[in-house]
T-cell receptor
């Protein structure tokens, strides 16, 4: 089966600019996750969707980050405005349900200058 | 506080030597523990989980609740084991989305 797809793979922006990341999960997977992985750290969950509903967004900095999964399939994560500390790899993962193995995408490496 | 600690940032061994990657955790409740692996230029993927009690690619891990540890072991390291390894936990029976990851250990297996 095709894996989780993410785009773009790399993005460089200046601080205070906005950026959006896209994720296409494995077909049929109900649960979708966005993680932030700062250099030297493990992934940190930002938001979890079950179909098109949010299950957990407790660690999402809502003043600048937003995410949506309108039709319960693809998802976008947006940062507006970006800060230097947002430089990280943003990982998308999906699973068939909340209790199942997560499959990760290749990630988007964001550099904020 | 819920926390996963991997004390070694880098572990270097020779091919054929035993390997142990350490993982300690702090969790107020009943945890489920995982090891994830990321090979060079590949995606993060699940290696094993403690409830399945499987041996994957020769690796095993035993949950020691008394010592709050979940160390990953392999008796004879291979060069293809070189990768980044992450220990992670979540609430037992809970959504796997609430994974808490450690900072990772980079394993380098020399020929």
């Amino acid at each position: 089966e095709a894996g989780v797809a993410q785009s773009p793979r790399y993005k460089i922006i200046e601080k205070r600019q906005s950026v959006a990341f896209w994720c296409n999960p494995i077909s049929g997977h109900a649960t979708l996750y966005w993680y932030q992985q700062i250099l030297g750290q493990g992934p940190k969950l930002l938001i979890q969707f079950q179909n098109n509903g949010v299950v957990d967004d407790s660690q999402l900095p809502k003043d600048r980050f937003s995410a949506e999964r309108l039709k319960g399939v693809d998802s976008t994560l947006k940062i507006q405005p970006a800060k230097l500390e947002d430089s990280a790899v943003y990982l998308c993962a999906s699973s068939s349900d909340m209790w199942d193995e997560q499959y990760f995408g290749p990630g988007t490496r964001l550099t904020v200058t | 506080a819920q926390r996963v600690t991997q004390p070694e940032k880098l572990l270097s061994v020779f091919k054929g030597a035993p390997v142990e990657l350490k993982c300690n955790y702090s969790y107020s409740g009943s945890p489920e523990l995982f090891w994830y692996v990321q090979y060079s230029r590949q995606r993060l993927q699940l290696l094993l989980r403690h409830i399945s009690r499987e041996s994957i690619k020769g690796f095993t891990a035993d949950l020691n609740k008394g010592e709050t540890s979940f160390h990953l072991k392999k008796p004879f390291a291979q060069e293809e084991d070189s990768a980044m390894y992450y220990c992670a936990l979540t609430r037992y029976g809970g959504s796997q989305g609430n994974l808490i990851f450690g900072k990772g250990t980079k394993l380098s297996v020399k020929p």
